[in-house]
């Protein structure tokens, strides 16, 4: 089903065929849609586009004048900001992964399957709603996408709302208020982090600690730090990060995980700026800025579970940023791609090998649970394991294999537990799997892939520690 307040957006229809305008057309409007445009000459495109607000468009490849490469080819240089999606044959499918490279937000094969084609239409609606929200609240307007300070070089992207955060990072750094980053394990908060405090062009070093997983009386050695004496084996004091930060950033990852009485000390922090190291009775100063990362909506968490402290989610989120899942920005995966196939043949010492249209496009359809980091260990992987300089759907399919396959390609068989096995799994099997997946997006890391489990770390651990003594 699509919102109501989907249905009024626009939608323009880009074909030389005026059957296939007056079939999608129809489609739409039984669909509810009640702003659809068409769109017959392809050179037409951008004069139609000038009088539409925040439009969808449906582009076919196959036209004279201009092809739809051609035309998507102008669009991403003087309307980025607009989602686009392929239409297709099964013969011009190398072409539609060439459009993906393009920045297409998606492509879809005729015949059109019904399911897919709402399925794509709604995703790339909420995207442009979304990326024009962005766009609106910090006055942003599309020029060249250029972005003058060498931090968000480090974050591969040519997403809109991508480059809405950049222009919010440029408004905030210099405030030196907390932020707080929500996004999924693995979509890039730390990044993100970074970028701030480099923008902020702050003198002190940006010092990150994952909380997940420490107590109290550990997370606050670790933060404040120590007298001597504090505790039994304490012979001397200690630092902690907070002072290791001073005048910088100090990150603090995972914060939805944080107990009670942390929650409360975390609060004094930040607002009455001072900390008292264990053991001391004399404050100290904090003179660091304080970013948190989440992957959590730490909001629901605090005012419908009572979670988390609400007080403590107004002071962190004086300045909120919500990174999108690397699903919502599919137009990235292929410069990620690239990208991450660079790092990996340099770190290895091997020449960078070549991805082919089918396996780009075997990425494509991927739905990554796992983010940007379950991107990055399927590359690496396929890096490591390609022989001839050529990466092909195969070596991508091998992997993508140990993942759950979308419903799309799993229709035709008898069941989707045997086409992923090669047999109907056991209860055994099954969690094996699930604990391995969920290291592999976590890049191993045991907090984080207990959490997607929905066990406990300490289970999770049992667990693996048995299979290893197995």
Same mark, same amino acid.
Not at 48 to 58: D, G, N
């Given at each position: 089903?699509?919102?109501?307040?989907?249905?009024?957006?626009?939608?323009?229809?880009?074909?030389?065929?005026?059957?296939?305008?007056?079939?999608?057309?129809?489609?739409?409007?039984?669909? =509810?849609?009640?702003?659809?445009?068409?769109?017959?000459?392809?050179?037409?495109?951008?004069?139609?586009?000038?009088?539409?607000?925040? +439009?969808?468009?449906?582009?076919? *490849?196959?036209? +004279?004048?201009?092809?739809?490469?051609?035309?998507?080819?102008?669009?991403?240089?003087?309307?980025?900001?607009?989602?686009?999606?392929?239409?297709?044959?099964?013969?011009?499918?190398?072409?539609?992964?060439?459009?993906?490279?393009?920045?297409?937000?998606?492509?879809?094969?005729? +015949?059109?399957?019904?399911?897919?084609?709402?399925?794509?239409?709604?995703?790339?609606?909420?995207?442009?709603?979304?990326?024009?929200?962005?766009?609106?609240?910090?006055?942003?307007?599309?020029?060249?996408?250029?972005?003058?300070?060498?931090?968000?070089?480090?974050?591969?992207?040519?997403?809109?709302?991508?480059?809405?955060?950049?222009?919010?990072?440029?408004?905030?750094?210099?405030?030196?208020?907390?932020?707080?980053?929500?996004?999924?394990?693995?979509?890039?908060?730390?990044?993100?982090?970074?970028?701030?405090?480099?923008?902020?062009?702050?003198?002190?070093?940006?010092?990150?600690?994952?909380?997940? =997983?420490?107590?109290?009386?550990?997370?606050?050695?670790?933060?404040?730090?120590?007298?001597?004496?504090? %505790?039994?084996?304490?012979?001397?004091?200690?630092?902690?990060?907070?002072?290791? $930060?001073?005048?910088?950033?100090?990150?603090?990852?995972?914060?939805?995980? /944080?107990?009670?009485?942390?929650?409360?000390?975390?609060?004094?922090?930040?607002?009455?700026?001072?900390? %008292?190291?264990?053991? $001391?009775?004399?404050?100290?100063?904090?003179?660091?800025?304080?970013?948190?990362?989440?992957?959590?909506?730490?909001?629901?968490?605090?005012?419908?579970?009572?979670?988390?402290?609400?007080?403590?989610? %107004? @002071? *962190?989120?004086?300045?909120?940023?919500?990174?999108?899942?690397?699903?919502?920005? @599919?137009?990235?995966?292929?410069?990620?791609?690239?990208?991450?196939?660079?790092?990996?043949?340099?770190?290895?010492?091997?020449?960078?090998? $070549?991805?082919?249209?089918?396996?780009?496009?075997?990425?494509?359809?991927?739905?990554?649970?796992?983010?940007?980091?379950?991107?990055?260990?399927?590359?690496?992987?396929?890096?490591?394991?390609?022989?001839?300089?050529?990466?092909?759907?195969?070596?991508?399919?091998?992997? /993508?294999? =140990?993942?759950?396959?979308?419903?799309?390609?799993?229709?035709?068989?008898?069941?989707?537990?045997?086409?992923?096995?090669?047999?109907? +799994?056991?209860?055994?099997?099954?969690?094996?799997?699930?604990?391995?997946?969920? /290291?592999?997006?976590?890049?191993?890391?045991?907090?984080?892939?207990?959490?997607?489990?929905?066990?406990?770390?300490?289970? /999770?651990?049992? @667990?693996?520690?048995? @299979?290893?003594?197995?």
């Amino acid at each position: 089903m699509i919102d109501e307040k989907l249905k009024s957006c626009q939608i323009l229809l880009v074909d030389d065929e005026q059957a296939e305008l007056d079939a999608y057309s129809l489609l739409l409007t039984s669909m =509810g849609f009640r702003n659809v445009r068409t769109v017959n000459d392809s050179r037409l495109v951008l004069a139609t586009l000038e009088s539409m607000q925040s +439009p969808v468009v449906f582009l076919d *490849l196959n036209m +004279p004048h201009m092809t739809g490469q051609e035309v998507l080819r102008q669009l991403k240089v003087h309307k980025p900001q607009i989602p686009v999606i392929i239409i297709t044959a099964d013969s011009e499918i190398e072409t539609a992964v060439e459009c993906l490279r393009l920045g297409a937000h998606d492509y879809l094969v005729k +015949p059109i399957d019904l399911k897919m084609f709402s399925s794509a239409l709604r995703n790339a609606l909420e995207i442009g709603l979304l990326r024009n929200e962005v766009m609106s609240l910090k006055g942003i307007s599309f020029g060249g996408g250029e972005f003058s300070h060498p931090a968000f070089s480090k974050i591969v992207t040519r997403s809109p709302i991508m480059l809405g955060i950049f222009q919010y990072i440029e408004s905030i750094a210099a405030s030196g208020l907390p932020a707080l980053i929500l996004g999924e394990t693995g979509s890039g908060k730390e990044l993100i982090a970074r970028a701030i405090h480099e923008v902020s062009n702050l003198p002190g070093e940006f010092v990150a600690v994952d909380i997940s =997983g420490l107590d109290d009386t550990l997370l606050s050695d670790t933060l404040f730090g120590h007298t001597k004496g504090a %505790y039994t084996g304490a012979d001397k004091s200690r630092s902690g990060l907070i002072e290791k $930060a001073a005048n910088g950033t100090l990150f603090l990852d995972e914060i939805g995980d /944080l107990a009670e009485v942390s929650q409360v000390k975390l609060l004094r922090l930040l607002q009455e700026k001072i900390y %008292y190291p264990l053991g $001391a009775d004399q404050p100290k100063q904090c003179h660091a800025r304080i970013i948190t990362a989440a992957n959590k909506d730490l909001s629901k968490l605090a005012g419908q579970d009572g979670e988390f402290r609400m007080d403590l989610y %107004y @002071r *962190l989120s004086t300045h909120l940023i919500r990174v999108p899942p690397l699903r919502d920005r @599919r137009e990235d995966i292929p410069l990620l791609v690239e990208h991450l196939i660079g790092e990996a043949a340099t770190t290895m010492n091997k020449k960078v090998p $070549a991805i082919s249209n089918q396996a780009l496009a075997r990425l494509m359809r991927h739905p990554f649970w796992g983010n940007v980091r379950e991107l990055k260990a399927y590359i690496s992987d396929a890096v490591a394991r390609c022989q001839h300089g050529h990466i092909d759907e195969n070596l991508i399919g091998e992997r /993508l294999g =140990g993942a759950i396959p979308m419903i799309a390609e799993t229709e035709g068989a008898a069941n989707p537990l045997e086409s992923l096995f090669g047999h109907f +799994p056991t209860i055994e099997e099954l969690i094996e799997y699930a604990i391995e997946s969920a /290291l592999v997006v976590t890049d191993n890391n045991q907090s984080q892939a207990s959490r997607l489990l929905g066990v406990s770390r300490q289970a /999770l651990h049992k @667990r693996i520690k048995k @299979r290893h003594e197995g």
